[in-house]
């Protein structure tokens, strides 16, 4: 997401030709667009995105089990 972000800030510099960025190239100005493609594609590939997205879920069920735990008046256990 952050090469996204650098590319996009890249491109506003360049289209308004604000400071040094002006004088660039279009394809240095571009080349960030092709690293966020070749990222968000090896991410896909490997299973990143997934396996991110599961331990995002599976943190918040946990912190759900523990809030509902603590409401109970039970400690929740530690992580092992």
Same mark, same amino acid.
């Given at each position: 997401? +952050?090469?996204?972000?650098?590319?996009?800030?890249?491109?506003?510099?360049? +289209?308004?030709?604000?400071?040094? *960025? %002006?004088?660039?190239?279009?394809?240095? *100005?571009?080349?960030?667009?092709?690293?966020?493609?070749?990222?968000?594609?090896?991410?896909?590939?490997?299973? +990143?995105?997934?396996?991110? %997205?599961?331990?995002?879920?599976?943190?918040?069920?946990?912190? !759900?089990?523990?809030?509902?735990?603590?409401?109970?008046?039970? !400690?929740?256990?530690?992580?092992?």
């Amino acid at each position: 997401m +952050y090469l996204l972000g650098l590319s996009l800030l890249l491109l506003a510099l360049k +289209y308004f030709e604000v400071g040094l *960025v %002006a004088a660039w190239s279009w394809w240095w *100005v571009l080349a960030p667009f092709g690293a966020t493609a070749l990222w968000w594609a090896w991410a896909d590939s490997t299973g +990143y995105t997934k396996r991110k %997205a599961m331990e995002k879920m599976e943190q918040r069920k946990q912190d !759900r089990i523990n809030k509902n735990k603590e409401a109970l008046g039970m !400690r929740p256990r530690k992580p092992r």
